[in-house]
């Protein structure tokens, strides 16, 4: 008999895959995350899961300095490389009868797996996955993509969740499948990413009236965290170090940062992150109307690579017209907007 939070696949009447996840009730889907750490890995657990039971993960990983090795941009089309039609072959092999490999996505300097495992694994299923990168990196030697002594692969450069509901997982599943046609997209069509009057979206709350101004295609990125933190919160206390360490490791993995960014802790926390990661993708939480936003030259290039969203509730009824509430009220949509890691 199914419980509550258990899962099965079956497959349609077409012969698509078809995820089936019993709902699990409010206080379930409030179980905490940890962040765990392996030498290559930042695992995102639910307090008490173990990494040998039957469940559903969502997998990124990440080239060393994001280099373009797995596929190439050729007269608007993406197209894998010898290595990248590796990559997508090899997921499959090294996945036992239990596993399942639901989507995948071979993108220029990262990889995407959707994972559903039925029964408990021999082993954790962060296995699986170091086997797979690490064929990978010896394809890469072997063929002559990497020298022998560079590394494909660094530190903590794989992003694995376990996904505890349904929605979610088919979220990720979604945003796996159609990752390959929005990159496509975004660098033929850098003109696409600008101001919108109107921004409908499944995860943005309701009552409100969105303006935004960017890429909106961050709001599809399966990992967001939600960067919040008091105007007297200094570098060293817990809350600050324990939310740069969620930021550091989701923006080194592709996930996005969302926030107001208007307290000094949150400026200064989101420039060690650009420090230490580089290019940082970021949802903006703004106080002000957008209509009439352009952004300065220096950040402008920023915007057209797709790499930050503005978003503004500035005309809605819901919203105080107070400046220090609205920006306790963009803290707090910032939370509903992000589905993972938000501040303790």
Not at 174 to 183: C, D, E, I, P, Q
Request: some cysteine.
């Amino acid at each position: 008999m199914l419980t509550r939070g258990a899962w099965f696949i079956c497959h349609d009447v077409t012969g698509c895959v078809r995820i089936v996840l019993m709902e699990q009730s409010d206080l379930e889907k409030k179980r905490a995350f940890t962040l765990r750490y392996s030498r290559r890995f930042v695992l995102v657990i639910p307090e008490g899961a173990s990494l040998y039971d039957s469940g559903l993960y969502w997998c990124t990983a990440v080239t060393k300095g994001r280099r373009g090795v797995f596929a190439e941009l050729v007269k608007g089309r993406l197209l894998n490389t010898d290595l990248g039609r590796f990559a997508w072959e090899r997921a499959e092999q090294i996945a036992p009868g239990n596993v399942q490999v639901v989507a995948r996505a071979v993108m220029p300097d990262h990889l995407h797996l959707c994972l559903a495992i039925k029964g408990r694994l021999p082993h954790v299923v962060t296995t699986l996955i170091d086997r797979w990168l690490r064929s990978l990196e010896e394809e890469a030697h072997r063929s002559g993509v990497l020298p022998e002594e560079d590394r494909l692969w660094e530190d903590k450069c794989v992003w694995l969740m376990r996904v505890i509901t349904r929605r979610r997982f088919e979220h990720c599943i979604a945003y796996t499948k159609g990752n390959r046609l929005s990159w496509v997209e975004r660098h033929a069509h850098p003109e696409m990413f600008r101001y919108y009057e109107h921004v409908e979206h499944p995860l943005l709350p309701e009552g409100y009236v969105w303006q935004g101004y960017g890429n909106l295609r961050l709001l599809d990125e399966p990992v967001k965290v939600a960067v919040s933190l008091h105007r007297h919160e200094v570098p060293g206390t817990e809350a600050y170090v324990q939310l740069r360490e969620w930021a550091m490791n989701a923006a080194r993995t592709g996930g996005v940062l969302v926030g107001g960014f208007i307290s000094p802790a949150e400026q200064r926390l989101l420039k060690e992150v650009k420090a230490a990661v580089g290019n940082v993708k970021v949802v903006v939480m703004d106080a002000r109307p957008l209509k009439d936003f352009k952004p300065k030259a220096v950040v402008s290039a920023h915007y057209t690579e797709g790499r930050v969203l503005r978003l503004s509730v500035w005309e809605s009824p819901l919203l105080p017209n107070e400046q220090r509430h609205r920006f306790l009220k963009n803290n707090e949509l910032a939370h509903l907007i992000a589905e993972v890691g938000c501040a303790p």
